[in-house]
């Protein structure tokens, strides 16, 4: 017997919240005082998931010690503490081509930043798209 997808993101989805603790918050918006001044200081949940939910993958990053499970989590952490924690401010690489595949995916960042918490969320017309945006950060 398998389970729906919703359920799989919902059940994936509770458990990344269970495990960081974050309180929410709207998508595409952070909250909270600004973090302390030159401290990177942060943990994230961050997912990537692809049409209507039809699969979906994460991994914990922490930061500065590029803790968790991340597999370029220096990188990402450098990334991140340059966009000051908001993973919507990330530039990626300039030059970085694409093909106009349609094959969204949808990714996820939520957990705390300098004691502020983030949640934000985006939807990328497909992989390549999202890696050229994001960098190192969504690159599991």
């Known amino acids: 017997m398998s389970l729906p997808r919703t359920a799989v993101a ?6 990344a919240l269970l495990v960081l603790g974050s309180p929410p918050a709207a998508a595409d918006e952070l909250q909270g005082p600004a973090g302390g001044p030159g401290g990177t200081d942060g943990r994230f949940f961050l997912t ?55 094959d969204p995916v949808t990714a996820t960042a939520e957990g705390d930043w300098n004691g ?3 949640v934000w969320h985006k939807t990328f017309p497909n992989p390549c798209a999202l890696d050229a945006a994001t960098g190192p950060v969504f690159r599991f």
Request: proline share 6%.
């Open 10 to 15: 919902a059940a994936a989805t509770t458990a």
């Open 48 to 102: 990537v998931s692809g049409a209507q939910n039809t699969w979906i993958r994460g991994v914990q990053l922490s930061c500065p010690d590029a803790g968790g499970h991340h597999p370029h989590a220096s990188e990402a952490c450098t990334t991140l503490h340059r966009a000051k924690g908001d993973p919507g401010r990330v530039t990626g690489a300039a030059g970085h081509q694409c093909t106009r595949e349609y």
């Open 116 to 118: 502020r918490p983030v």
